[in-house]
Every structure is written in structure tokens, then in C-alpha cells.
């Protein structure tokens, strides 16, 4: 079960460091031609032309974001930046991640 207090205080503290925010360095991208949402570390080989893709039809829900997130964090190369962008991502393609944190 989910404590509610603890998810709206890490939601909270994370206003310093928006979702909604361009990036400086592209590690996650949306690739609207092939429908995906590509991640990438060319430190382990996932480069654009061979990304690391999730199918938009893969990742429509909250829950599916939440679920790619816990997944994708137990990769060695997946980071804290990583996870914004994944998350700035599923917005830009419609889904409404602030129902699943």
C-alpha cells in the first residue's frame, strides 16, 4: 500500500527540480515516427540509433510509468535524470503521471 504523506512530501520536494523542464543533456527522447519513448546511454550501447525503446502503447498509464520506473532503476546505468526525463516524456505523449506518485 501506498502511504500517501510520504508520496506528496517526495512530490513536494521535487518542485525544485520540475518534470516539466527541457533538459540539458537528451538521455530520454520521444520518437514520435517509430512511437516510442527511447532511452538512452551510449556507455551501454543504447545510442539513438539503437535506443533503449519503450512503445508508446507500452507506457499510456500512470501505472505503466510507475511500473517502467521501477524496472528501468534496477539497471545499472539508469539514473536520477534518466527517471525525470522518462517521466517529462510520458507526459509529452499525454499521460497524466501526477495520478501515479
Not at 29 to 38: F, G, L, S, Y
Not at 55 to 70: H, M, N, S, Y
Not at 74 to 100: M, N, P, Y
Request: with cysteine; charged share 25%.
Amino acid at each position: 500500500m501506498i502511504n500517501e504523506t510520504k508520496v506528496q512530501a517526495f512530490m513536494d520536494s521535487m518542485d525544485i527540480y520540475p518534470f516539466n523542464v527541457e533538459p540539458e543533456v537528451l538521455l530520454v527522447k520521444v520518437d514520435e515516427t517509430a512511437k516510442t519513448i527511447d532511452v538512452l546511454c551510449p556507455a551501454y550501447g543504447y545510442t539513438e540509433s539503437s535506443p533503449y525503446a519503450i512503445a508508446f502503447d507500452r507506457i499510456q498509464t500512470p501505472e505503466k510509468v510507475l511500473g517502467w520506473l521501477l524496472q528501468l532503476s534496477a539497471k545499472r546505468w539508469f539514473t536520477v535524470e534518466h527517471a525525470r526525463q522518462l517521466i517529462f516524456s510520458a507526459q509529452q505523449i499525454g499521460v497524466k503521471v501526477d495520478r501515479c506518485l
